[in-house]
């Protein structure tokens, strides 16, 4: 579950495109909301793609390579001030 207040993020969606040259760009994103289907995130990849929202150093995007979720374990050793 998402930490709130400025703690870490634990989880986050990543959105993998192709760009014009043929090289990967990843999109990562931060809180996503629970039980994300296969169509929201095809259809937001979509509109990412025709509304050519982000451009690379390869050039706009063109494909869409895969989305998933990542996570990671947080651990602090210490906490000062």
């Known amino acids: 579950m998402?930490?709130?207040?400025g703690e870490p993020v634990d989880q986050?969606?990543?959105l993998v495109f192709r760009n014009e040259e043929g090289t990967l760009f990843t999109?990562?994103?931060g809180?996503?909301?629970e039980n994300l289907t296969e169509a929201e995130v095809t259809q937001?990849?979509?509109?990412?793609?025709?509304?050519n929202i982000f451009q690379s150093t390869g050039?706009?995007?063109?494909?869409?390579?895969?989305a998933r979720l990542t996570s990671r374990?947080?651990?602090?050793i210490a906490t000062f001030g």
Do not use: N, S, W
């Open 27 to 29: 999109l990562q994103l």
């Open 59 to 66: 050039g706009a995007l063109v494909e869409k390579v895969r």
């Open 73 to 76: 374990e947080v651990q602090d």
């Open 31 to 33: 809180f996503p909301k």
């Open 2 to 5: 998402p930490r709130k207040g």
């Open 12 to 14: 986050y969606l990543q």
């Open 44 to 51: 937001v990849m979509d509109q990412v793609i025709a509304k």
